[in-house]
């Protein structure tokens, strides 16, 4: 059984830092590209940031470019996104998201920023 479990989510102020993890299982995660995405209420959702299997090459949406870092442990079969300098701007559910032969996705957690 396929599960992508997200965590870390929560209420932050603004200039504050999260670490959302997604604990992955059922499926050969070493092989598979890594994602985050995130919907905000009303907009549709949109990458944030990808991890190749090997965590050896990382991309990221300008608009968390220099303050949010993805980064993976395969031993751990876990996907991580350190979020610092958070905006209000990055309140949103986030996902994350296995790609190669197949696509999963996670069920989300709730990211808020707000004083």
């Known amino acids: 059984q396929v599960q992508l479990v997200e965590s870390g989510g929560g209420l932050v102020q603004p200039g504050g830092s999260l670490r959302l993890s997604c604990a992955a299982s059922?499926?050969?995660?070493?092989?598979?590209?890594m994602s985050w995405y995130r919907q905000a209420p009303g907009k549709e959702r949109e990458l944030v940031a990808t991890?190749?299997?090997?965590?050896?090459?990382?991309t990221y949406a300008d608009s968390v470019k220099g303050r949010f870092t993805i980064s993976r442990d395969n031993a751990k079969n876990t996907v991580y996104l350190q979020m610092n300098s958070l905006k209000p701007e990055d309140t949103a559910v986030y996902y994350c998201?296995?790609?190669?032969?197949?696509?999963?996705w996670g069920q989300g957690t709730q990211v808020t920023v707000s004083s």
């Open positions: 998201k296995a790609t190669q032969f197949r696509t999963y």
């Open positions: 059922g499926f050969t995660f070493s092989i598979y590209a």
């Open positions: 991890v190749t299997s090997t965590g050896g090459t990382t």
